[in-house]
């Protein structure tokens, strides 16, 4: 059974930074992607960035271009979004999630496996 286990979140002022880490076990991820969403209250969940995880080809949401980083460690099964310049509108809740290689990217529906998703507060 697949499992992806989000952390790294918390409380940040503007300006500061945050490393969310997303574990994913239960299977090869080889010709995966590992997406990050994020849903603020009362919004839809949206797309911030994702990576595939055999070739490290990296996609990004414009909001976050420039400010955030995500990256892979495949001996650790594990992707990082390094947070960067936060503002209070990054504040959200930030799930993890993975699907098969094809397909679209930035499409929270096309994506099979989902964590529980981690908490990000950036204030003003």
């Known amino acids: 059974q697949v499992q992806l286990v989000e952390s790294g979140g918390g409380l940040v002022q503007a300006g500061g930074s945050l490393r969310l880490s997303c574990a994913a076990s239960g299977r090869t991820f080889s010709n995966y992607v590992v997406g990050w969403f994020r849903q603020a209250p009362g919004k839809e969940r949206e797309f911030v960035a994702a990576?595939?995880?055999?070739?490290?080809?990296?996609f990004y949401s414009d909001s976050v271009k420039g400010r955030f980083t995500i990256s892979s460690d495949n001996a650790k099964n594990t992707v990082y979004l390094q947070m960067n310049s936060l503002k209070p509108e990054d504040t959200a809740i930030y799930y993890c999630?993975?699907?098969?290689?094809?397909?679209?990217?930035?499409?929270?529906?096309?994506?099979?496996?989902w964590g529980q998703g981690t908490q990000v507060t950036v204030s003003s």
């Open positions: 999630a993975a699907k098969r290689l094809v397909g679209l990217i930035r499409v929270a529906t096309m994506y099979d496996y």
């Open positions: 990576i595939s995880w055999s070739g490290g080809s990296t």
